[in-house]
Nanobody, 127 residues
Framework: QVQLVESGGGLVQAGGSLRLSCVISGRTSSNYGMGWFRQAPGKEREFVAAIRLSNDNTRYADSVKARFAISRDNAKNTVYLQMNNLKPEDTAVYYC????????????????????WGQGTQVTVSS
């Protein structure tokens, strides 16, 4: 059973940076897609960024492109989300998610494609 544990959230001023980490346990191969999603109060969960563990293919939401970067370290079973130039509108609970193993090469930006979810980590950006 795949389990995901996020860390790295916190309170930061606008323009600051945070790096989120997602540790994956129970994976059986590198054929997983990994994604970051976020949910602000009163809003629906939205896609942020995704990566395949088997290659360097990535996908980003337009709202975070050029500010956020997703990366992986398979040896450490960890996926990262580096968030720079944070804005108050980035305030949300950030969730890490994983797909079931597949040979798909392009990471998905759709939440229904993901089968495993972490508990989330709060990111608060003050103005």
């Amino acid at each position: 059973q795949v389990q995901l544990v996020e860390s790295g959230g916190g309170l930061v001023q606008a323009g600051g940076s945070l790096r989120l980490s997602c540790v994956i346990s129970g994976r059986t191969s590198s054929n997983y897609g990994m994604g970051w999603f976020r949910q602000a109060p009163g809003k629906e969960r939205e896609f942020v960024a995704a990566i395949r563990l088997s290659n360097d293919n990535t996908r980003y939401a337009d709202s975070v492109k050029a500010r956020f970067a997703i990366s992986r370290d398979n040896a450490k079973n960890t996926v990262y989300l580096q968030m720079n130039n944070l804005k108050p509108e980035d305030t949300a609970v950030y969730y890490c998610a994983a797909t079931k193993p597949s040979l798909v090469r392009v990471p998905s930006g759709v939440s229904s494609a993901y089968d495993y979810w972490g508990q989330g980590t709060q990111v608060t950006v003050s103005s």
